[in-house]
């Protein structure tokens, strides 16, 4: 293997993976042979220096893009040799909350419960946007989903009136309303204030808790202490460092990842 | 002076709601508003759907010769309308392919909804491409993370775009309905059949019956508002 580490996890059956991965744009590599995999019910943080491909990991997990080298695998399989319609299967059992929330325009209910309709037959789609059919009632997942977040009073509101915490809240919640396998979470605290940072971390462990798998890239390294299982140091494109959370802070093997973890490795 | 030493059709007595005698009568009348309303209406509707469409389609995918067909729609903007008229009647008339391959459509309110179409398409497509292309690209990227296909990321960005979409609407409605010079040329201002409010103000300004253009122009205000306020009305819906 060029780069990188070797990947044990690479094997895990029921996970989501990436194997041998090289990826760039324009002619310039982002990812240089990177293996890594997630499996149920625990939490991976990928950290490293803005810029190192953390989003770029998490687009080809979510499958975004297909990788320029290397495969994409769910539960032993190359996603990208199966159809459009079993492609299609395995990417709605991944969420995903970005940086931003990217909510769409209405209320609470209708951005959390969107993932749930469009899950649904056209008849019924069809029906639900005729005012006269229209499901107003409180939906029981909907309900759930925010009590999770804390924002179960919340479901009538426009998405204008949330904070910017709120709204990441009300992604987070979006994201678990179909009951994903896995779910990847791209730098979800990095505008919040703490106690909505503590919000998300608790329902971090609460997915975990219901065997979702949870990927987080994150350049908070103290986040990834707090919420990870494992921790993959990524730098330059490729993962230098990988293993339980507590070995990789307290006794790192790559000497760039010691420097990264001691602050010493500016970017 | 316009006009001066020609009879006019102000009223004296009690002339109906308008204050002004027609020559065709309140059913004539009736009958102008009906048709101004189905070719504008239905041209624009046609109009919507085939514009959104290519809004979307143009807006979401790289192709050859992809900035040709923008160049090209702003520039159909610009079209003018008795060229349309002209371009219009030749292809419905018996030496254009519509009227060869056995349509009989001159002088048709199908010739007319025809040659608003093609005006108010540019229209449409050109704000509705802004609209949709404005759409915060994280907002495609959320729709389809959990699990949309692409017709369901495009159903979310042509909502999040649903106002600019009506503003291009009602840009294109506009052009319709207040287009004279393609209905004339296609229609052939034929009375019950094919004139239109705009044909009639043409018709009665020409004849010197200012009053009766006026009560007309005034009429079209009327409804190009009415028209206006519904859709506005419509597209303000607070989503759910």
Known sequence: MKGGVTNQAVTVADGLALSGVYHGFDDTDVLTDVSLAVGREEVLAIIGPSGTGKTTLLGLLSLFDDPDEGTVEFGGEDVWSLSERERLNVRRQIGMVFQEPHLFDGSVRRNVRYPLDIRRPWADRIRNWLPRFGHRSANPVVTEQLELVGLDDAASRHVSSLSGGEAQRVAFARALSYDPEFLLLDEPTSDLDPRNTAVIEDAIETARSRGVGVVIATHDMHQAERVADRTAVMLDGSIIEHGPTQQVFDDPTDRRARKFIDGELIY | ?240
């Open chain 2, 1 to 240: 002076m316009i006009g001066s030493g020609i009879p006019t059709t102000a009223c004296t007595g009690l002339c109906g709601p308008l204050f002004v005698e027609f020559p065709y009568g309140y059913e004539g009348i009736l009958n102008i508003i009906y048709v101004s309303l189905y070719v504008s209406l239905t041209a624009v509707a046609l109009s919507t759907v085939f514009s959104i469409t290519v809004a979307v389609l143009v807006g979401f995918n790289d192709f050859p010769g992809r900035g040709f067909v923008i160049a090209l729609i702003n520039t159909g903007m610009g079209l003018p309308s008795v060229v349309v008229g002209l371009v219009v009647l030749f292809a419905v008339s018996n030496q254009g392919p519509l009227g060869q391959a056995g349509f009989h459509l001159v002088f048709t309110r199908e010739a007319m909804i025809m040659s608003q179409f093609v005006l108010a398409t540019p229209v449409i497509t050109g704000i509705s491409l802004a609209a949709v292309t404005g759409v915060d690209d994280g907002i495609r990227d959320a729709a389809h993370a959990m699990g949309g296909r692409r017709l369901d990321v495009a159903l979310v960005t042509i909502r999040e775009a649903r106002y600019g979409i009506l503003t291009g609407v009602l840009a294109g409605l506009g052009r319709a309905i207040s287009e004279v010079g393609s209905v004339l040329i296609v229609g052939g201002n034929i009375e019950g059949q094919t004139r239109t409010l705009t044909t009639a103000i043409q018709l009665e300004a020409r004849q010197g019956r200012f009053e009766l253009a006026l009560v007309l122009g005034v009429v079209l205000v009327a409804l190009v508002l009415l028209i206006n306020g519904l859709l506005l009305k419509l597209g303000d819906r607070q989503i759910r």
